[in-house]
């Protein structure tokens, strides 16, 4: 990847967080955000010259004007990388866990996506890249995970609505869908284990090419690459009938941070 300015949303911990580190090192310019200002303070202290960030709770209305001051601080962007995103186990069905999961992933995620194209529309000559981190989820309903792989759908559907209306409109914004399978992260159960799960470096490895060359879809890795067409292939029937063997995500709380109260990121020494 050439040098670019990435805003990358939801960098606070798992898959982001070790994506914002890689590509530090690798000398990009980057934006991050997230709730928690403490982790995001000290990814600007480790490299000072390259980071911004803003606390952003991407659930909030203010999210938009947040991202809005880091874009303005970073000096611009070139590519937006939509990581941020919660999940619940839905076994047994908590209608509240169901629903934050819609606010983050579905709301706060349409939110984000949208700022990121007008931004893109209206200040950077129609050109840009979008990319967000769906899941295999997204191919079909999994009992399971009700609300997650409802969202996850949504996001892969609405990154392919916003692409044709990019195209419709002559805009040159690229999009890139990275679907990965398990990743172990803050995310799962850690006392759990998970079928075909890879580690963090090795799966950050992997997006970030995807990444840098423009992937439409990407699958993390090849093997849930074919677990996801196996699945699509399957009839509607037989997909309800199946026990779908995906374990637990994690089900503690989520921490909530108040981003109102937060500040935002000074500009960085040049
Ligand atoms: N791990 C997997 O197996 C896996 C597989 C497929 C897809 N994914 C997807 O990958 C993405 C990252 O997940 P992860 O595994 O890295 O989990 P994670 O370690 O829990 O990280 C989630 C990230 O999302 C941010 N976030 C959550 N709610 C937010 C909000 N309201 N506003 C702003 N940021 C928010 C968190 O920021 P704060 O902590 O600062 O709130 C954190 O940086 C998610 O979209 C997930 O669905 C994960």
């Known amino acids: 990847m050439s040098v670019k300015r990435i805003v990358i949303m939801g960098a606070t911990s798992g898959i982001g967080l070790v994506l914002a580190e890689k590509l530090a090192s690798e000398g990009m310019r980057l934006g991050v955000a997230g709730r928690k200002t403490e982790v995001l303070r000290e990814l600007q202290?480790?490299?000072p010259s390259q980071i911004n960030y803003a606390t952003v709770d991407v659930t909030r209305s203010d999210a938009v004007d947040r991202l809005h001051g880091l874009i303005e601080r970073m000096g611009g962007m070139d590519v937006y990388v939509h990581v941020a995103g919660i999940g619940f186990d839905s076994d047994p069905l908590v209608p509240a866990n169901e629903i934050a999961t819609m606010q983050t992933n579905v709301v706060g995620f349409t939110r984000m996506i949208?700022?990121?194209y007008l931004w893109f529309r209206?200040?950077?000559g129609g050109c840009g890249h979008i990319?967000?981190?769906?899941?295999?989820a997204g191919t079909k309903g999994?009992?399971?995970l009700a609300a997650y792989s409802a969202s996850k759908k949504f996001q892969q559907t609405y990154l392919r609505a916003l692409?044709?209306?990019a195209l419709s409109g002559r805009l040159k914004i690229r999009f890139t869908d990275i679907r990965p399978g398990w990743i172990r992260t803050p995310l799962l159960d850690a006392g759990r284990n998970y079928p075909m799960i890879m580690q963090l470096p090795y799966a950050v490895g992997r997006i970030a090419g995807a990444i840098g060359r423009k992937a439409r879809v990407a699958y993390i890795d090849w093997r849930w690459g074919l677990v996801a067409r196996l699945w699509s292939l399957l009839p509607e029937p037989l997909w309800?009938?199946?026990?779908i063997p995906v374990d637990s995500l994690a089900t503690a709380p989520q921490r909530r941070v108040n981003a109102a109260e937060e500040t935002d990121g000074e500009i960085a020494p040049e």
């Open 45 to 47: 202290q480790k490299y």
């Open 114 to 116: 949208d700022a990121a």
């Open 122 to 124: 209206d200040h950077h």
């Open 131 to 136: 990319v967000a981190v769906t899941s295999v």
């Open 142 to 144: 999994i009992g399971r």
């Open 163 to 165: 692409e044709q209306q």
């Open 240 to 243: 309800v009938r199946m026990n």
